[in-house]
């Protein structure tokens, strides 16, 4: 019986050793956000996901993070029934549809952890963002 406030799941044994693996390589850096176990590891992980999902759907409806290039993201813009590539170029993030750095694309992909994660790390920050 699971303590009171929390609720019991079940894992594939792969996932579970997935996770004790990740816990172990990344345990400092884990420890600043208070994930201390397997259990809050996934409670962790779960909360990244929804509200990653939740930013991306209230930033932009109408686009969707299609997937990972090895220079940029692909998304689809259903407003113009499109594909577009998002690319790193010259340490920035640029629209190869719009031609611009600061197009609506660039922010949505800013808006992708892995994304703005990567670009922070570079020392860059999202740019004030035009339709």
């Known amino acids: 019986m699971p303590t009171s406030g929390y609720r019991s799941i079940t894992v594939s ?3 579970y050793n997935r996770l004790v693996q990740f816990l172990e390589e990344h345990r400092e850096e884990l420890r600043k956000q208070d994930v201390r176990s397997i259990s809050s590891l996934v409670s962790h992980l ?3 996901v929804i509200e990653a999902d939740d930013i991306l759907r209230r930033r932009a409806p ?6 990972f290039t090895e220079h940029g993201v692909v998304i689809e813009d259903k407003k113009i029934d499109r594909i577009v590539e998002v690319r790193l170029v ?3 993030l ?4 719009d031609q611009r ?3 609506v694309h660039v922010g ?3 808006a992708i952890p892995e994304v703005y994660n990567a670009m922070v790390a570079r020392g860059k920050r999202p740019p004030q963002v035009w339709e």
């Not at 109408?62 to 997937?67: A, D, I, N």
Request: net charge negative; with cysteine; aromatic share 20%.
């Open 62 to 67: 109408w686009m969707r993070l299609v997937g």
């Open 101 to 103: 750095d600061d197009c």
């Open 94 to 97: 640029f629209c190869e549809l």
């Open 46 to 48: 779960v909360m990244y």
């Open 90 to 92: 010259n340490n920035d």
């Open 108 to 110: 949505f992909a800013y």
């Open 13 to 15: 044994e792969e996932a």
